[in-house]
């Protein structure tokens, strides 16, 4: 009975041990790369505008973040297998979401861009002028879905895991134009070496049908006071300056309330 009593006891200790440890660590799930929101410096480790957020909100709760890398694809049912305890990975909130996870409060709202090489008489507002046209897209996006929508019975769509992949097919000819969040868009087009790239047309925020409230934290939906703490943490760095000094950090001058982009 002792030898029963000592292992249970034992395996109470180990369990509150564990708890203490999770208590302590909060694991986020990310989808890399996709400068400058999350991506890797040449040595591996993980930067970019939600890591560096992600982290000094960590650090305001008082628990240090776990970065777990997952595919776009499997990210929220990832998070449903407990993967991890959260997700920041430049994840648009919408009503489709919200039926599966809780969101934090936005902490950044981009718009969406079409991008195409210098010098193109592509009008992106008109189905006409994208007749025929292959557009290039992120694949279960927010721009997959307006794009498929709205221009999938004239023009050929290509998705793709990752912007890189989608860059490298511009590059290479086999793309006429990318829909793309803004951020994203300009890092790896604009600001590119060759910059050969411009802004087609207004960029769009509207309808919220596809293009919804901003970047928000997803969690599992009974996990109620995680996301409280991290919406706390959220409005302490934006008071305090915090939020504006990383905003800089990648997208340069100070924010606007109303889109957040540089």
Known sequence: MKKLLSVSLLGLAVAA???QA???????????PYEPMEYR???GELTGFDI??????????????????Q????????????????IMSSMTINDDRREQVLFSDPYITPPSAWFAPEGTDLDATNEESLAGMTIGVQRGTLQDNYVTDMYGDVADINRYSTADDMVLDMESERL????????????????SEEGNYVVVGEMLTEPKEYFGDGFGIAFRQRDEALAEQFNEALA??????????IYTRYF???RSEERRVG
């Open 22 to 32: 999770q208590e302590d660590q909060v694991r986020i799930g990310v989808d890399v």
């Open 17 to 19: 041990s564990a708890a």
């Open 236 to 245: 302490e760095v934006k008071e305090d300056g915090t939020y504006d000094e």
């Open 176 to 191: 006429d134009i990318l829909f793309l969040d803004y951020p994203v868009g300009k890092s790896t087009l604009l600001d």
């Open 252 to 254: 340069g001058g100070q």
């Open 41 to 43: 410096t040449p040595d």
């Open 52 to 69: 560096d957020l992600g982290n000094a909100l960590c650090e305001r709760i008082g628990v240090e973040c776990e970065w777990v890398v």
């Open 71 to 86: 595919g776009w694809d499997g990210i929220i049912p990832g998070l449903m297998a407990r993967k991890y305890d959260a």
